[in-house]
T-cell receptor, first 110, second 114 residues
């Protein structure tokens, strides 16, 4: 059974204080790892897809990396508007159904 | 591109009543998914359509839940004889039908059972 564990559950940062969120996974034949951002009362918003170990993707202050066992979402110099829950999901080969983690709730204080 | 649309956004009903939710996916997306999400949890898979065919249902999905996607366009999710435990956010997502495409989510329907 595919498993996704995200840590920490919650993270509080000061504006400008860089940090990383972790997504550890167990899946047979990873075909894709997805990062989403979810604001309160809203649906998840797609951020990145990573396909293979060593791959990196960037968008504004966010950078996602992937190894064979985990993915990191690095947040550089965060701003209060980066406050949200960040979800990680994995998809195995031959399946079109991702398995989601519980998410990391990020709060960035001004 | 108007995104994934869900209706209603909120539904309050009494235990034992039936409810139906609607999802309109992004027009060129042929895959459509339903998820349930409770506080502090990630989305939990319920069921998945490719075009009008329902290809997979969660083993955890009660037979009180049924979904349709007539003509491969919009989809409906019906819950019969609602229970307190059905209170959750019901999310719909759609994706293109090639490879490992990301899913695009609607803003969900929040169901509250009195």
């Amino acid at each position: 059974e595919d498993q996704v564990t995200q840590s920490p559950e919650a993270l509080r940062l000061q504006e400008g204080e860089s940090s990383s969120l972790n997504c550890s996974y167990t899946v047979s034949g990873l075909r894709g790892l997805f990062w989403y951002r979810q604001d309160p009362g809203k649906g998840p918003e797609f951020l990145f897809t990573l396909y293979s170990a060593g791959e990196e993707k960037e968008k504004e202050r966010l950078k996602a990396t992937l190894t064979k066992k985990e993915s990191f979402l690095h947040i550089t110099a965060p701003k209060p508007e980066d406050s949200a829950t960040y979800l990680c999901a994995v998809q195995r080969g031959g399946s079109y159904i991702p398995t989601f983690g519980r998410g990391t709730s990020l709060i960035v204080h001004p | 591109d108007t995104g994934v649309s869900q209706d209603p956004r909120h539904k309050i009903t009494k235990r034992g009543q039936n409810v139906t939710f609607r999802c309109d996916p992004i027009s060129e997306h042929n895959r459509l998914y339903w998820y349930r999400q409770t506080l502090g949890q990630g989305p939990e898979f319920l069921t998945y359509f490719q075009n009008e065919a329902q290809l997979e249902k969660s083993r955890l999905l009660s037979d009180r839940f049924s979904a349709e996607r007539p003509k491969g366009s919009f989809s409906t999710l019906e819950i019969q004889r609602t229970e307190q435990g059905d209170s959750a956010m019901y999310l719909c997502a759609s994706s293109k039908g090639t490879g490992e495409q990301p899913q695009h989510f609607g803003d969900g329907t929040r169901l509250s059972i009195l």
